[in-house]
């Protein structure tokens, strides 16, 4: 296995904007699905250990599809914004707004990290709408950045009232790992490529008030320039916390996360969703299904044998 410093991301998949076309997308989708690292118990797949070792100091959750399987809310909070502005792309046969699948969300979303980045990637791709925001097809950049804001911030705000409804549930394992780390006196963080505003709404409704208010680190897709898979999320976060990388574990649910997190020097484990099960999740240190069986201790003892740089 590589050395987490061998990681190196595909050609230009720090912007796959500009990398991804349409055919490419469902070819890359294509071909992590076919190596599939599903496991059906919730006993891990391990990497094979090495003598030298590591001490788990902190431990980072992604949110959106780690501490709750949110991506099926995403997607109908940006349906109902394509509805309400009556967003229409040049290409589009459909009658109606802009619809994103279920089939296409879980590419895309599986693919290109952050909300903006997405509707960047899918107006280049089908040409820029036209709306309620805009008559005509914006042709510069400043109205093209200002329909995304736009769609975004309301995407975002019907996102919060999904959430507010009291009907979504944290992810099994979570809550009772966060304890058990925090009683460890571990560090606790949580790092999301989702929109600040977004995340500590789901934190405050799903983790509770104190738990989110004693974590260690948070950070949002605000604040830092690069979306995952870029690393920055997870090196800023180390920084913060005063720990080395190889001392990190990352909770994440999909590629994109995991090349973020090795990206950083951190191991990191996968516990997936249905739209992620599929994935090529080879460098993982353990992949799961969810966190229900998972103790600190079995963490604490992957970090101790994950290989080491050679």
């Given at each position: ?46 990497v094979v250990a090495s003598a030298s070792s590591r001490a788990l100091q902190a431990l980072i959750f992604d949110c959106d599809g ?43 979303q599986n693919l290109i990290g952050g909300g903006k980045p997405k509707m960047r990637w899918y107006f280049k791709e089908h040409g ?153 999740f080879k460098e993982a240190a353990a992949i799961y299904p969810d966190l229900s069986n998972v103790r600190l201790t079995d963490l ?11």
């Amino acid at each position: 296995m590589a050395s987490s410093s061998m990681l190196l991301f595909p050609p230009n998949l720090f912007n796959p904007l500009a990398f991804y076309s349409r055919t490419r997308l469902a070819s890359s989708f294509k071909a992590n699905t076919a190596a599939t690292s599903k496991t059906t118990s919730c006993r891990p797949f391990l990497v094979v250990a090495s003598a030298s070792s590591r001490a788990l100091q902190a431990l980072i959750f992604d949110c959106d599809g780690v501490i709750l399987e949110s991506e099926h809310l995403h997607r109908q909070a940006y349906n109902d914004a394509f509805a309400y502005f009556n967003v229409r792309c040049p290409s589009s046969s459909s009658s109606g707004p802009l619809n994103w699948s279920l089939e296409f969300y879980d590419e895309l979303q599986n693919l290109i990290g952050g909300g903006k980045p997405k509707m960047r990637w899918y107006f280049k791709e089908h040409g820029w709408p036209t709306s309620t925001i805009f008559d005509s097809s914006p042709e510069n950049d400043d109205d093209r950045a200002k329909l995304i804001d736009i769609l975004q911030d309301w995407k975002t705000e019907r996102y919060k009232e999904i959430i507010k409804s009291g009907t979504v549930e944290p992810r099994p394992g979570v809550l009772r790992l966060m304890d058990e780390a925090k009683a460890a006196g571990k560090k606790i963080a949580v790092c999301s490529a989702a929109t600040k505003s977004s995340v500590i709404l789901c934190l405050e409704n799903l983790i509770g008030l104190e738990r989110f208010q004693g974590l260690d680190c948070f950070l949002a897709g605000d604040d830092v320039k690069e979306k995952k898979p870029d690393p920055s999320i997870y090196i800023t976060a180390a920084k913060r916390l005063n720990v080395m990388g190889k001392d990190c574990l990352v909770v994440e649910d999909s590629v994109i996360g995991l090349l973020a997190a090795t990206g950083a020097g951190m191991s990191c484990v996968i516990s997936y969703t249905p739209s992620t099960a599929n994935q090529d999740f080879k460098e993982a240190a353990a992949i799961y299904p969810d966190l229900s069986n998972v103790r600190l201790t079995d963490l604490e003892a992957l970090l101790k044998n994950v290989v080491t740089a050679k």
